[in-house]
């Protein structure tokens, strides 16, 4: 099946609904897009929404925001899966050390025990080589300064060196038009998640949509299968994938 443009997707699912453009607006169906692909999102890990990112730490600053929108062409950070702290504060070159990750109750009670004091310590308390990093969210959009953030124990002392290994919400099709990973790799899946919402919106019939919500979770292992699979995996390390066959008896 061949991938989909915006336009080849919402002239199938006009044609497998029946239903024309008075009723199912661009609008309309790109509510039914962006949705599906939020679902499809969230219902396996794709390789293709894992990012890195670099930057310097900012000395006495204990913060650091998440990537947002417009980093590597994406939206905002849904979670972060790593960060490597190097000792050089021009470049990414040699050995990192890889922050532990631990909650702000944590970082907190640490501080405390290196200052030896009770009460509401901050980062800034105690400067050195970063060690723990814990999310505090506040998350109020998209951008670089509104995904959210993190703080990082002890604040650092430097400007040293960091990557952020983060996982960014999906490109969306009805934006980028021409295609996106989802309606490129997985276009039977993205067209049977949207033709669920659309049977959904329709309100039945009841069977044509329990027909394709099937059909997409048919579609759903077969990726997955493929994304945690396959593409976890290489034959130098894991060997070649086989399936036991039994032999008749001679």
Same mark, same amino acid.
């Given at each position: #099946?061949?991938?989909?443009?915006?336009?080849?997707?919402?002239?199938?699912?006009?044609?497998?609904?029946?239903?024309?453009?008075?009723?199912?607006?661009?609008?309309?169906?790109?509510?039914?897009? !962006? +949705?599906?692909?939020?679902? &499809?999102?969230?219902?396996?890990?794709?390789?293709?929404?894992?990012?890195?990112?670099?930057?310097?730490?900012?000395?006495?600053?204990?913060?650091?925001?998440?990537?947002? %929108?417009?980093?590597?062409?994406?939206?905002?950070?849904?979670?972060?899966?790593?960060?490597?702290?190097?000792?050089?504060?021009? +470049?990414?070159?040699?050995?990192?050390?890889?922050?532990?990750?631990?909650?702000? @109750?944590? %970082?907190?009670?640490? /501080?405390?025990?290196?200052?030896?004091?009770? $009460?509401? +310590?901050?980062?800034?308390?105690?400067?050195?080589?970063?060690?723990?990093?814990?999310?505090?969210? $506040?998350?109020?959009?998209?951008?670089?300064?509104?995904?959210?953030?993190?703080?990082?124990?002890?604040?650092?002392?430097?400007?040293?060196?960091?990557?952020?290994?983060?996982? #960014? #919400?999906? =490109? @969306?099709?009805?934006?980028?038009?021409?295609?996106?990973?989802?309606? =490129?790799?997985?276009?039977?899946?993205?067209?049977?998640?949207?033709?669920?919402?659309?049977?959904?919106?329709?309100?039945?019939?009841?069977?044509?949509?329990?027909?394709?919500?099937?059909?997409?979770?048919? !579609? /759903?292992?077969?990726?997955? $299968?493929? =994304?945690?699979?396959?593409?976890?995996?290489?034959?130098?390390?894991?060997?070649?994938?086989? &399936?036991? &066959?039994?032999?008749?008896?001679?």
């Amino acid at each position: #099946m061949a991938g989909y443009t915006l336009s080849a997707l919402e002239a199938d699912i006009r044609l497998y609904t029946e239903v024309d453009s008075t009723v199912f607006s661009g609008a309309v169906l790109g509510r039914f897009i !962006e +949705n599906a692909e939020n679902r &499809i999102f969230y219902d396996l890990p794709t390789d293709a929404y894992r990012y890195v990112s670099e930057g310097n730490l900012a000395v006495d600053d204990n913060t650091i925001n998440v990537p947002g %929108l417009g980093t590597k062409g994406s939206t905002g950070t849904v979670f972060v899966r790593g960060i490597e702290v190097f000792e050089s504060t021009a +470049n990414t070159e040699g050995e990192g050390t890889w922050l532990q990750k631990k909650d702000q @109750t944590y %970082l907190s009670e640490y /501080v405390n025990r290196l200052t030896g004091t009770e $009460g509401a +310590n901050t980062g800034q308390d105690v400067t050195g080589f970063p060690k723990y990093y814990a999310m505090f969210g $506040g998350a109020t959009g998209t951008s670089s300064t509104t995904s959210g953030g993190l703080y990082v124990a002890p604040t650092p002392d430097a400007s040293y060196r960091f990557r952020i290994y983060y996982t #960014m #919400m999906p =490109q @969306t099709l009805v934006t980028n038009t021409s295609g996106t990973y989802v309606s =490129q790799y997985f276009p039977q899946g993205l067209l049977y998640c949207c033709l669920t919402e659309a049977f959904g919106y329709l309100k039945g019939p009841m069977d044509m949509l329990t027909l394709y919500e099937g059909k997409y979770k048919q !579609e /759903v292992q077969k990726f997955a $299968g493929v =994304q945690i699979g396959r593409r976890r995996r290489d034959d130098y390390t894991d060997g070649t994938v086989r &399936i036991p &066959i039994k032999s008749p008896s001679p």
